[in-house]
């Protein structure tokens, strides 16, 4: 079974992708068009759990939140920015306030600026140590910027 990070300890993961077995107590994850068709024919599953790429519009989701517990944000290659966009916009814009998952093409190099996008659960290369990547969330303790983390502390320069 995979596991995961989730709000800083390494457990086992209850999500089933596409593509994988299914298994009783573990919930599908739908992709974004398939879960916004599931919720207006008045299928779709609750709790839900939805998969964005970086070609899916955030917006879309906003009326369709309320019966999500996770949004998967799958980053598809090393580089790729748009989920940290997205992930700012489910917090700060949609109010969306349950799991947000950062998943695919992932180095624990990046886990300190994810959390700070507003992520509490990671799903990261499988080549990641994972307890690695658990002790990278503590590298800064300090940040002069504003984030949806509580891994730091705004400090605001002085006038």
């Keep these: 079974m995979r ?8 457990v086992e993961d209850r ?5 994988e077995p299914e298994a009783p107590g573990r919930i599908r994850v739908l992709a974004m068009a398939e879960w916004i068709a599931a919720q207006t024919a008045g299928v779709a599953p609750d709790p839900g759990a ?6 899916d519009a955030v917006e ?7 019966p999500l517990r996770w949004i998967v944000i799958d980053f598809a290659k090393l580089g790729e920015g748009r989920g940290f966009s997205q992930a700012r916009l489910l ?14 093409a992932l180095k624990r190099d990046q886990m300190v600026f994810l959390a700070r996008s507003g ?9 990641e140590d994972l307890n690695a990547a658990v002790a990278a969330l503590g590298t800064f303790s300090v940040a002069y910027q504003g ?13």
């Design 60 to 66: 879309a989701l906003a009326d369709h939140l309320a």
């Design 119 to 127: 992520f509490d659960a990671f799903d990261l290369d499988p080549a």
């Design 50 to 55: 939805v998969l964005l790429t970086a070609t």
């Design 147 to 159: 984030g949806d983390d509580t891994l730091v502390k705004p400090r605001r320069r002085l006038p």
């Design 91 to 104: 917090r700060h814009r949609y109010g969306y306030d349950h799991e947000l998952r950062a998943r695919g």
């Design 15 to 19: 999500l089933s992708y596409a593509g």
């Design 3 to 10: 596991r995961i990070i989730r709000r800083r300890e390494i």
